[in-house]
């Protein structure tokens, strides 16, 4: 199984200061056909999971202009540019290229 | 609006089967799949399999094989998913998502539904 890692694991941020996660995986996650199937997730607190970025660096419907998601091969980064109150949860990175699907281990985000 | 509305949580015995539902609607739900994750209390997430609403093709993780299966009732867009000889380590939140048949994007969640297993 393809495993991932996430650093850091926790991480206290400022409002309105940046914050930034990293998510390697122990394969590369690019397809013959051209994609990376890197995506992440943000669970709120008591909350489902909401897909936040697919392939690497696309934004899913609704998400804020300050995530971002980059990356490729086995590295990939999710950043926000400016840390609201409402980000706060726990951060997943999922690899979608080999079964079975597996995710990280999770980063909390909460506000100092 | 997409929603996936699943089943009320459960309390079961080891040994026991459980069988959740994930209502799907706002969409057409043959033209998508349905996965299951599952998150044990104060862990992270695990990814049971999928199944393909469009015909009925599936996944399962290696670890559940033999005890999980996954269906669906198109003519009511309801995806089940059923985990037998439950042990206490299946204990967990349920989720269910729209995932896309192209590719493993799981773009709209479940609520979740909580399985306990207990004697």
């Known amino acids: 199984d393809i495993v991932m890692t996430q650093t850091p694991l926790s991480l206290s941020v400022t409002p309105g200061q940046p914050a930034s996660i990293s998510c390697k995986s122990s394969q590369s996650l690019l397809h013959s056909d051209g994609k990376t199937y890197l995506y992440w997730y943000l669970q709120k607190p008591g909350q489902s999971p909401q897909l936040l970025i697919y392939e690497v660096s696309s934004r899913f419907s609704g998400v804020p202009d300050r995530f971002s998601g980059s990356g490729s091969g086995t590295d990939f980064t999710l950043k926000i540019s400016r840390v609201e109150a409402e980000d706060v949860g726990v951060y997943y990175c999922m690899q979608g290229i080999h079964l079975p699907f597996t995710f990280g281990p999770g980063t909390k985000v909460d506000i100092k | 609006q997409v929603q996936l509305v699943q089943s009320g949580a459960e309390v079961k015995k080891p040994g026991a089967s459980v069988k959740v539902s994930c209502k799907a609607s706002g969409y057409t739900f043959t033209s998508y799949g349905i996965s299951w994750v599952r998150q044990a209390p104060g862990q992270g997430l695990e990814w049971m399999g999928w199944?393909?609403?469009?015909?009925?093709?599936?996944n399962y993780a290696q670890k559940l094989q033999g005890r999980v299966t996954m269906t669906t009732d198109t003519s009511t867009s309801t995806a089940y998913m059923e985990l037998r000889s439950l042990r206490s380590d299946d204990t967990a939140v349920y989720y269910c998502?729209?995932?896309?048949?192209?590719?493993?994007?799981?773009?709209?969640w479940g609520q979740g539904t909580l399985v306990t297993v207990s004697s």
């Open positions: 199944i393909s609403a469009y015909n009925g093709n599936t």
């Open positions: 998502a729209r995932v896309l048949l192209t590719q493993p994007t799981f773009d709209y």
